[in-house]
């Protein structure tokens, strides 16, 4: 393990370490590579058992270190893009001792959150943020008449999104004081599609970019006529210069330096503390490299962007268990496809993530990654259904919610055939709030012309992708959670089911239990628990969450004395006030008790833990239970 340091003649003990920003702003200059040798041997000792961020965090060492060496916080303001590359941040800020409870529960959050420390100015988990709030807060200063520095820190990647271009166009016209450090290491979670440096060496070396100058010239006289020339030529350096990251920024307002090291701790320093005296925004572009100092993350970043325990040595992962849904989806996809040219996939820079590498394979031509811009890869698929073909829009539903006017204005309203795949629906452990899809449905069940699914296990999810294969009368959307299901194996051929039909697995005249998707088990678990007490229990799986199965509700309500719904998402406006709704407007008036998270953001944390903690347990959902069953047996007894 040592061969990956810098410095593998000197112990770990006998490197400095801060345990402030404070401290670190005492350290001779010289001493700093030795602080970002002892923070990447931390960081990759502490997250070989808890898992994490461990990439992007190894890239960013050096230029934290200088921000923390030259700026102040919490005077001064750091607003990281995405936040995930914050370790490094938490450790320079008195965290350094509890790094190693990074992403467990009750220890520290894998993004940074405003309530975890005073050094944390803006919390977020989500691309493309970090300019627009960090403008935000220059305004806020020069209104106050403060003194203190703002700076934004995002990723190439961040460059994809749409909000980072729409606060780029409003900053000179807001603010004179303002520094944006671009960190450029051609990845996001999967390589960026477009990075920017990629992508201005590509013009400035292909073919169309020698030749940009003649179209635009012939462009100006097809519209002028040849008499306008003198024009043509004034778009042609025009059109030229815009291709150089220096003009792009300095069209915004921005003075643009670098690029620069960004793993050369000395230039760093040296020019944050010549940018912080600038009366005008800036631009600082640094060259990192993902997974500096460990070769697995350098030689894999993708695997290392953020990952399970991992052997130290030499940075191998646990063998993987059971199949995921991501993994389902994207190979029966991939399946599916090869005999129906119509399905194409969509993501938004999330291939592995969601199991699209499968699909991917088989049918290269048919994959679209648009980069991070969830709104632009709705809107794509929602040009794709207009042509004929079968768009599978493959998004974490917790990114969704950025594309819920799409599901609005574009999808529903036109009715488009477009297949929503919201992966990561449901609690998603130790990643926490930002990361939760646990607003799905109440975002979703509302909007007119959509059908919306979910599945009780691996089997059941195949046979739903194969329903909205072949259901094109208007949108469809399947929500499923992260990781492996019971283990069902899907069948050799799928099934088609029926749109709006629920499964009554066994009747029952006591309580009727509603199982929605990942929760069935544990209404499953309920059933035999209050069979075992001697009631007479009807199991339900529901599968669809829109159009409800009107029918099967109505007459287990009059049958029982009580229901109880189960699902893995917020109580409000969730599955189970979609059925007390239901069984309001039928004049129905049975009880309906909810097993759901409750009306607050959930903390990260293991999903057990936090199911327990929240009340999604068995014995809770019994507990509710036999509030109303005892006195329902009595008034039977009695008549």
């Known amino acids: 393990m040592e061969n990956f340091f810098e410095f593998p003649e000197i112990p770990t003990d006998q490197l400095p370490k801060v345990d402030s920003a404070a401290e670190l702003k005492k350290l001779p200059l010289e001493d700093l590579p030795k ?47 995405v936040s995930h590359q914050g370790y490094v941040h938490k450790m320079l800020t008195g965290r350094w001792d509890e790094i190693h409870t990074i992403r467990q529960y009750e220890g520290l959050n894998g993004f940074l959150l405003r309530t975890e420390s005073e050094h944390d100015c803006y919390g977020a988990g989500h691309a493309g943020t970090a300019v627009s709030a960090a403008l935000g807060m220059a305004a806020a200063r020069d209104l106050l008449g403060k003194n203190d520095h703002v700076v934004a820190v995002a990723g190439d990647a961040a460059f994809t999104c749409g909000p980072t271009f729409e606060a780029l166009n409003n900053i000179a016209e807001t603010t004179k004081r303002f520094i944006l450090v671009l ?47 003198s024009i043509a030529k004034k778009v042609e350096t025009s059109a030229k210069n815009l291709l150089f990251p220096n003009v792009l920024f300095e069209k915004f307002g921005m003075h643009y330096y670098g690029p620069i090291d960004g793993h050369d701790i000395e230039l760093l320093v040296k020019t944050f503390d010549f940018l912080k005296d600038q009366d005008e925004p800036v631009v600082l572009h640094v060259i990192t490299e993902k997974g500096r100092g460990y070769e697995p993350a350098k030689a894999n970043p993708m695997k290392f962007h953020g990952l399970g325990p991992y052997k130290t040595e030499t940075g191998e992962t646990p063998p993987g268990g059971e199949a995921t849904y991501s993994y389902i989806y994207g190979s029966h ?73 799409m599901a609005v204005h574009d999808i529903g309203i036109q009715n488009l055939p477009v297949r929503l795949c919201m992966d990561r629906a449901g609690l998603s452990g130790d990643d926490g709030p930002t990361h939760h899809g646990l ?38 959307a399947i929500r499923y959670s992260r990781g492996a299901g019971t283990g069902a194996i899907p069948k050799e051929s799928p099934s088609l089911l029926e749109i709006g039909k629920a499964e009554v697995v066994t009747e029952g005249t006591d309580v009727a239990l509603i199982g929605l998707g990942n929760m069935f088990e544990m209404a499953e678990a309920t059933r035999d628990r209050l069979v075992a007490l001697g009631y007479s229990v009807a199991l339900i799986n529901p599968r669809w969450i829109k159009p409800l199965d009107t029918a099967c509700l109505e007459k287990f309500a009059a049958r029982c004395p009580l229901i109880i719904t189960f699902e893995d998402h917020t109580l409000q406006n969730g599955f189970g006030s979609a059925v007390i709704e239901h069984l309001n407007d039928a004049g ?51 008549g």
């Not at 400035?204 to 008499?227: D, L, N, P, W």
Request: aromatic letters at 10%.
């Open 333 to 405: 996809l991939g399946k599916f496809a090869k005999v129906d040219d119509k399905i194409v996939a969509v993501t938004a820079a999330m291939p592995n993530g969601t199991g699209l590498v499968e699909f991917q394979k088989v049918v290269p031509e048919r994959y679209y990654d648009v980069g991070i811009a969830e709104e632009h890869a709705a809107l794509f698929a929602c040009g794709q259904a207009v042509q004929g073909l079968k768009p599978f829009l493959t998004i974490y539903s917790t990114f969704f919610q950025r594309a819920y006017d």
């Open 439 to 476: 607003f799905d449905i109440g975002y979703m069940r509302h909007i007119p012309n959509w059908i919306f699914m979910q599945a009780k296990d691996e089997d059941e999810f195949v046979d739903m992708l194969w329903t909205m294969v072949n259901y094109n009368d208007g949108p469809a």
């Open 183 to 229: 960190n450029d290491n051609e990845w996001s979670i999967d390589r960026n599609v477009g990075a920017i440096a990629k992508y201005f060496h590509a013009l400035q070396t292909s073919s169309t970019y020698s030749h940009i100058h003649e179209k635009a010239a012939e462009f100006v006289e097809r519209i002028a006529g040849k008499s306008i020339r």
């Open 35 to 81: 602080l970002a040798e002892n923070i990447r041997r931390t960081l990759i000792r502490s997250l070989a058992k808890t898992g994490g961020h461990l990439g992007p965090n190894l890239g960013v060492v050096e230029l934290t270190i200088a921000l923390h060496r030259i700026f102040s916080t919490p005077d001064d303001k750091f607003i990281f893009d």
């Open 588 to 638: 129905l008036k049975t009880p309906v008790e909810r097993i759901g998270w409750p009306d607050q953001f959930i903390e990260h944390g293991r999903v057990d833990i936090l199911r327990e903690k929240h009340g999604l347990t068995v014995e809770k959902a019994v507990e509710k239970a036999l509030k109303h069953l005892p006195a329902v047996r009595k008034t039977a007894i009695a």
